[in-house]
């Protein structure tokens, strides 16, 4: 669906706002609750295990040994990337920002690349592949 809808909301935003303020709420109660050391920090300040929901039963990474698992990350590490700065061009704001521009693009690549060969990763449902 593209486009304006007629009523002016998509149907993916429907009761967006009312979730964010119940998640606000929700963080305040939380706050005003005792710790385990009697002090007014929040009882559940420190979040539970990640617990990782596989589409796929039959994973491969579920199957793989401690050491497999350390190689597959050490192979998908990305490589180190240089700003390829020329000390012959004048420097400049513009000169900067188009390096920074470049290099944080590069970056951005490496990143998805990594995560696509870390075991398992594929594994994920896309919403948390994305977040």
Same mark, same amino acid.
């Given at each position: ?38 002090? =007014?920090?929040? @009882?559940? &300040?420190?979040?539970? *295990?990640?617990? #990782? ?5 039959? %994973?491969?990474?579920? +199957?793989?040994?401690?050491?497999? =698992?350390?190689? @597959?990350? &050490?192979?998908?590490? *990305?490589?180190? #990337? ?5 000390? %012959?061009?004048?420097? +400049? ?9 470049? &290099? ?28």
């Amino acid at each position: 669906e593209v486009g304006m809808m007629k009523g002016g909301i998509r149907k993916d935003r429907r009761g967006g706002r009312m979730l964010k303020h119940k998640r606000q709420r929700d963080d305040l109660e939380g706050r005003s609750e005792m710790g385990p050391s009697g002090d =007014m920090r929040a @009882a559940n &300040l420190w979040p539970s *295990p990640l617990v #990782i929901k596989h589409t796929k039963k039959n %994973s491969p990474a579920l +199957s793989l040994t401690a050491d497999q =698992m350390v190689s @597959a990350l &050490l192979d998908a590490e *990305p490589p180190l #990337i240089y700003s390829e700065y020329d000390p %012959s061009r004048p420097f +400049s704001e513009a000169s900067m920002m188009g390096l920074l521009t470049n &290099l944080a693009d590069r970056e951005l690549v490496h990143m998805i690349n990594w995560a696509k060969r870390v075991p398992g990763f594929g594994d994920l449902n896309l919403h948390d592949q994305v977040h």
